[in-house]
């Protein structure tokens, strides 16, 4: 009859994967209630303390515009705290939002990170969380959150694997008995693909584009098989020449060979973790499959480019870019898991 009461007591409140492209907040019982851009506006200062205007949401819209004497800033770098003050600033804001606030109004928070993150920065994160008001901070690895918002059962001893394929990190991790038993990261993510994107064409198209631009190409028709299905878009960008604005017709071919470097190294990670896993393991991988997580797993055919190149069945998890939330929001609800899994600080 008071079920709902069990170990309520030692349940957290507010998930928030503090991605370096988006912050993404989970309640317990609520589900997904924020999904902003991890970015600050601050306006050009050279005092040492910077006066923040704008953060999220309402920070991209002024980036798209461009103001000379407000800069943009990503607190969030590789998946950690890069500026504490303006991360800070920023989750304060995040957790005092009224779909945040109104549940909870001192929260006990679970953060996920990058796996093998350092002491300073695990107290970094917890720090900046007890300021913006939280009660408690719990931190948890960015791969098991995947793992688990995949659906993959991380307490069983048969092995998992996780490709977690986020902003600034990508972590493939092997996962069995909810326990992280080997992870490959490198710091290559949706950041590292725009920014090759934009030097492509810098070189090859003599264009310079935005990193809106860039994202919008890699979203709309970047692909990983740059060979297959060609599609076409119009993007207009600064000529690197004249600096007069241009207008080009641009195919996926372009794209997908402006994005091939990152990829190929994702797929090297995948080959790396798979050389360092017990065997015993790696044959449940093989009966079970990849399971890709985060917006890399949405690029047009990558899932069947790593299955050619890595010989195993490969599967992309519903709802990619929430995945990791949903793992956390599932953690919420699970108190003797979130013990289980929960870094030493």
């Avoid at 589900?31 to 005092?47: D, F, K, R, Y």
């Avoid at 710091?187 to 090759?196: F, L, N, P, Y």
């Amino acid at each position: 009859m008071f079920s709902w009461f069990k170990d309520d007591k030692n349940a957290a409140d507010v998930y928030v994967d503090l991605g370096t492209a988006n912050t993404v907040i989970s309640v317990r019982g609520k589900g997904v209630v924020l999904n902003e851009p991890s970015i600050v506006a601050h306006l050009a200062s050279t005092q040492q303390k910077k006066k923040i205007v704008a953060i999220g949401l309402a920070a991209k819209e002024i980036s798209e515009k461009q103001t000379g004497n407000i800069l943009i800033q990503k607190p969030i770098k590789d998946g950690v705290i890069a500026d504490f003050h303006s991360a800070e600033q920023m989750l304060k804001y995040f957790l005092h939002q009224p779909q945040v606030k109104s549940q909870f109004s001192s929260p006990r928070v679970v953060v996920s990170l990058p796996f093998g993150v350092t002491e300073v920065e695990k107290k970094a994160v917890v720090d900046a969380c007890k300021k913006a008001g939280s009660k408690k901070v719990y931190l948890i690895d960015e791969p098991m959150a995947a793992a688990i918002g995949a659906g993959l059962e991380i307490k069983s001893a048969l092995g998992s694997m996780i490709v977690d394929i986020g902003g600034g990190t990508t972590e493939v991790a092997v996962i069995a008995l909810a326990d992280i038993v080997y992870c490959e990261a490198v710091r290559v993510g949706g950041h590292k693909i725009d920014e090759d994107i934009i030097q492509y064409f810098k070189r090859y198209r003599k264009i310079i584009l935005t990193d809106s631009q860039a994202e919008f190409l890699k979203i709309s028709i970047g692909t990983a098989v740059p060979k297959k299905d060609i599609q076409t878009a119009t993007i207009a960008g600064r000529d690197l020449d004249t600096g007069l604005t241009k207008t080009i017709d641009v195919t996926s071919e372009e794209v997908g060979m402006a994005m091939n470097d990152c990829l190929q190294q994702i797929i090297n990670a995948i080959h790396k973790a798979l050389e360092n896993t017990p065997p015993e393991l790696v044959s449940d991988i093989i009966d079970k499959g990849v399971w890709l997580a985060g917006g890399g797993a949405l690029i047009r055919d990558f899932n069947l480019r790593i299955q050619n190149e890595v010989r195993l069945p490969v599967r992309v998890a519903d709802s990619p870019l929430v995945a990791i939330a949903k793992g956390g929001e599932m953690v919420l609800e699970d108190p003797t898991l979130l013990e289980k899994i929960q870094l030493e600080v």
